[in-house]
């Protein structure tokens, strides 16, 4: 059984930074995809990075070229860096891990483990 926490929400104002992380214990995160999901009010949680067990990296455009998702395998931690945030990028912030070893994409109908998630606030 993987546990994640998840730390570094808070409030920040338009244009500004954040950076998210998520540590692991119970099992390793590089061995399997990780991926940070967010979900404002009344809209359905959706991916904003994945990372696969091979290292590769995806990000929707809503976000690509402004999040960035890393991992310090010496830590089991993965970490979502967050820059020029907008109003819409309010949201509650989880971070998850795929439970089965090996594989490249997180979903938010794949089998995983959740975190409990952190408030990211940006005011206009």
């Known amino acids: 059984q993987v546990q994640l926490v998840e730390s570094g929400g808070g409030m920040v104002q338009a244009g500004g930074s954040l950076r998210l992380s998520c540590a692991a214990s119970?099992?390793?995160?590089?061995?399997?995809?990780v991926g940070w999901f967010r979900q404002a009010p009344g809209k359905q949680r959706e991916l904003v990075a994945n990372?696969?067990?091979?290292?590769?990296?995806y990000y929707p455009n809503s976000v690509k070229g402004r999040f960035t998702l890393s991992r310090d395998n010496a830590k089991n931690t993965v970490y979502l860096q967050m820059n020029n945030l907008a109003p819409e990028d309010t949201a509650v912030y989880y971070c998850?891990?795929?439970?089965?070893?090996?594989?490249?994409?997180?979903?938010?109908?794949?089998?995983?483990?959740w975190g409990q998630g952190t408030q990211v606030t940006v005011s206009s």
């Open positions: 119970g099992g390793n995160l590089s061995s399997r995809a």
């Open positions: 998850a891990a795929h439970i089965v070893l090996g594989t490249l994409t997180m979903t938010n109908s794949a089998p995983a483990y």
């Open positions: 990372m696969a067990s091979t290292g590769n990296t």
